[in-house]
């Protein structure tokens, strides 16, 4: 049987339940459009999982939908569109690499004629590590990235500043994670490293 804090075991939330920090529920959508199965023939349309910000005491006005909730996160809108963010602050030790596309014309006499390989061709990679962890924050932030699974791209709340966004334009970078890992140092004690990949969609 799974444990509580299991990355497999999430269960729907329930209006009236109380959550602590880290908590992952979920919400699932059906057919018509109810997040409630009208009978038990009931086809699911979409789920999508929320992490408890703080501790709540399942009032019914703190549902995860929220727009803007202090309660839940998961999701924000960018551009009137809404994606999975990233919610957690890694460790200090952040490692990013740069590698800029460039399309390259040689010359005679060791002369070269180099130019952007596209509009966005200096996209980054960062290698993270959240140091110390409690159990039910690791598994929330391993949740978070499983759920993604390498396809769907997500924001990264919490970026370093030298790459934060300016949020000028509407504009944030996007993140795939192709691999990360968790690490059981002791006792409630977690170090999780993940692979951001910056991607234009």
Request: hydrophobic letters at 30%; aromatic letters at 14%.
């Given at each position: 049987?799974?444990?509580?804090?299991?990355?497999?075991?999430?269960?729907?939330?329930?209006?009236?339940?109380?959550?602590?920090?880290?908590?992952?529920?979920?919400?699932?959508?059906?057919?018509?459009?109810?997040?409630?199965?009208?009978?038990?023939?009931?086809?699911?349309?979409?789920?999508?999982?929320y992490y408890a910000l703080q501790s709540?005491?399942?009032?019914?006005?703190?549902?995860?939908?929220?727009?803007?909730?202090?309660?839940?996160?998961?999701?924000?809108?960018?551009?009137?569109?809404?994606?999975?963010?990233?919610?957690?602050?890694?460790?200090?030790?952040?490692?990013?690499?740069?590698?800029?596309?460039?399309?390259?014309?040689?010359?005679?006499?060791?002369?070269?004629?180099?130019?952007?390989?596209?509009?966005?061709?200096?996209?980054?990679?960062?290698?993270?590590?959240?140091?110390?962890?409690?159990?039910?924050?690791?598994?929330?932030?391993?949740?978070?990235?499983?759920?993604?699974?390498?396809?769907?791209?997500?924001?990264?709340?919490?970026?370093?500043?030298?790459?934060?966004?300016?949020?000028?334009?509407?504009?944030?970078?996007?993140?795939?994670?192709?691999?990360?890992?968790?690490?059981?140092?002791?006792?409630?004690n977690y170090t999780v490293t993940a692979?951001?990949?910056?991607?234009?969609?």
């Amino acid at each position: 049987m799974a444990s509580e804090n299991s990355i497999y075991n999430v269960k729907p939330w329930v209006s009236g339940d109380s959550y602590t920090k880290d908590d992952v529920v979920m919400r699932i959508t059906y057919l018509d459009g109810t997040t409630t199965p009208p009978n038990t023939n009931a086809v699911p349309k979409e789920v999508k999982y929320y992490y408890a910000l703080q501790s709540t005491s399942g009032n019914p006005t703190q549902t995860p939908e929220t727009p803007d909730s202090t309660y839940w996160g998961g999701y924000t809108t960018i551009n009137n569109q809404e994606r999975p963010n990233f919610l957690w602050t890694p460790s200090y030790n952040v490692s990013t690499k740069h590698n800029p596309r460039v399309n390259v014309v040689k010359f005679g006499n060791g002369y070269q004629q180099r130019n952007p390989d596209g509009l966005f061709s200096s996209l980054i990679k960062m290698d993270l590590t959240f140091d110390k962890r409690s159990e039910k924050e690791a598994a929330a932030i391993l949740h978070f990235l499983k759920a993604r699974k390498a396809v769907q791209s997500f924001v990264f709340q919490n970026l370093p500043d030298l790459y934060a966004d300016s949020n000028e334009d509407g504009f944030e970078k996007k993140f795939v994670c192709p691999t990360f890992n968790s690490t059981f140092v002791f006792f409630n004690n977690y170090t999780v490293t993940a692979a951001f990949s910056q991607e234009n969609n």
